[in-house]
């Protein structure tokens, strides 16, 4: 080897002696910051991913709402006014709040009008009625919402659902736009496996390809669906001029407060178990059924007998039993279902939507989702129709049946450790 050879390698054996520390670095920074794919079945972290920019921003609305509800309670203006004028007020809120969605409807049809070269002139006076209808609706709306929790309060002590004389957690809600629910289903069978709170608003046709999309990946059957109160604390609650729904609703969001509060076994396992999800949610919309008339009853009678002759009187002029159709409609898929004809019952789902969109219900998609987002509200005496022969229902009534109290049975239901000791105890 010649001198200059010599140098060269020399050259070469420095410049590997540098280089190998940083590709050694390279390789330790590539592996640190790679990119990690899911696994084609990890379903959750999937969907986090599919959903991005669409999930519901929680706790932003949390913070939110706990910041206005504290400043409110600093001052508490509604506690100067008497019952009576309390009463007045709610009633004045919930008819601005018709008058305000009658407005917005007028605007609206305005736009639509194809004589009406000019919508945003002849909507004129009509937005400004509704902007200062909104205003006053704002102004109101937190010391509405207190006069509301603490009517609730009073009737859940009364029947004896107070611990020490306290009602705990405290009724607390807001009125707010509610997000959109994704509720996902096995196939096979219905029963719920998985669901995402998205963005309210969504749009219907964004709905729909995301159903789609779950559908394919997952080889499951999804809804996006609409919800009228979630379980946060505070209750979300959608906005709605009907005061009877609205007061029925903060008992019923607050019962899965309370399951929560109280470390129930129905609340902890009510994702990770079906049946536990029936019991909570029949045990809330028992406790809406009786604690909400309460209500009416005591702070506004005369409103609730003509809205309720008023529902009695659609119902028997309807020539369409939804009812029985529909319980007839999850019979049969259950059949199927168990027969492992699953294509075939999700044809005959279609063809039931079908019926159903004639006779003016306009269901967008009836699927095995559908079912069992439904189905888990089992609280009618004959049962609910989207429940079809699921027995935990019936149970769950028969429990409030033999108790002394709704606050006894609340007590009972908090206590049960799965179905079958919901079933024992009604035996």
């Not at 609205?246 to 019962?255: D, K």
């Not at 039931?352 to 306009?362: D, E, I, Q, S, T």
Request: hydrophobic share 45%; glycine share 4%.
């Amino acid at each position: 080897m010649n001198n200059h050879q010599s140098r060269v390698t020399s050259q070469l054996f420095k410049v590997r002696r540098v280089f190998r520390p940083v590709v050694v670095l390279w390789v330790v920074v590539l592996t640190l910051l790679r990119c990690d794919v899911p696994p084609y079945a990890d379903r959750a972290v999937y969907l986090d991913r599919l959903i991005a920019g669409k999930q519901f921003d929680l706790l932003g609305w949390w913070l939110r709402t706990v910041w206005d509800k504290w400043m409110y309670s600093l001052a508490s203006p509604h506690l100067l006014l008497n019952e009576s004028e309390q009463v007045a007020l709610v009633r004045r809120y919930f008819q601005a709040l018709s008058e305000y969605q009658h407005l917005e409807g007028r605007i609206r049809n305005l736009y639509a009008a194809p004589n009406v070269t000019d919508p945003y002139s002849a909507s004129a006076a009509l937005r400004a009625q509704r902007d200062a209808t909104r205003n006053w609706l704002s102004q109101h709306q937190s010391a509405v919402e207190a006069i509301l929790e603490q009517q609730v309060a009073a009737v859940l002590r009364e029947e004896g659902m107070d611990i020490g004389g306290e009602i705990y957690p405290p009724v607390r809600f807001r009125f707010s736009p509610l997000p959109h629910l994704l509720v996902i289903s096995r196939r096979d069978r219905i029963e719920r496996i998985d669901s995402r709170e998205l963005s309210p608003g969504l749009p219907v046709d964004v709905q729909d390809q995301l159903e789609r999309t779950v559908d394919q990946r997952f080889n499951v059957s999804s809804l996006v669906t609409n919800i009228g109160g979630l379980g946060a604390y505070p209750t979300m609650l959608v906005e709605t001029p009907v005061m009877e729904w609205v007061i029925g609703t903060v008992a019923h969001e607050w019962t899965h407060n309370y399951l929560l509060a109280v470390l129930s076994p129905v609340a902890l396992r009510y994702y990770a178990d079906p049946a536990m999800r029936t019991i909570n949610e029949t045990t809330a919309v028992i406790v809406e059924r009786e604690v909400g008339p309460r209500v009416i009853a005591r702070f506004y009678r005369p409103s609730a007998a003509a809205l309720f002759s008023d529902v009695r009187a659609s119902r028997s002029a309807a020539s369409f039993d939804f009812r029985s159709e529909m319980r007839a409609t999850r019979l049969r898929v259950d059949a199927l279902l168990a027969e492992g004809r699953v294509e075939e019952a999700e044809a005959y789902m279609e063809e039931r939507r079908k019926l159903f969109v004639a006779n003016g219900y306009p269901i967008r998609k009836l699927n095995q989702a559908w079912f069992a987002f439904h189905g888990a509200y089992n609280a009618d005496p004959d049962g609910s129709p989207a429940a079809g022969a699921d027995p935990i229902g019936p149970a769950v009534q028969a429990l409030r049946q033999r108790s002394a109290s709704l606050g006894n049975f609340l007590r009972q239901v908090a206590s049960l450790r799965d179905k079958e000791d919901l079933f024992s105890r009604v035996r």
